[in-house]
């Protein structure tokens, strides 16, 4: 999950240097809203390596998406 996160940290902060930071807040929000989403069905069937799988699919999500909207932007 950390690498995952280690990327999309390097194409958020590539976003905001191109002064997209309402771009990286959404997608900080969708990335959030996921995670809870996923939590509340998860947990109750993994205990907690449902919320490690969580939080390791909404790092995947955030990354994804500053990607795709780093390339489409650029």
């Known amino acids: 999950g950390m ?7 390097l194409y958020s902060t590539s976003l905001m240097a191109i002064g997209k930071s ?4 959404l997608i900080n929000i969708l990335a959030a ?7 509340i069905v998860l947990i109750p069937l993994f205990d907690i390596s449902g919320a490690a799988l969580a939080t390791a699919l909404s ?10 909207s780093f390339k489409k932007l650029c």
Not at 3 to 9: E, F, P, V
Not at 22 to 25: C, D, G, R
């Open 3 to 9: 690498l995952i996160l280690a990327i999309g940290q």
């Open 22 to 25: 309402q771009t990286v807040a």
């Open 33 to 39: 809203l996921f995670n809870i989403v996923a939590n």
């Open 59 to 68: 790092y995947l999500l955030l990354s994804c998406c500053c990607m795709w």
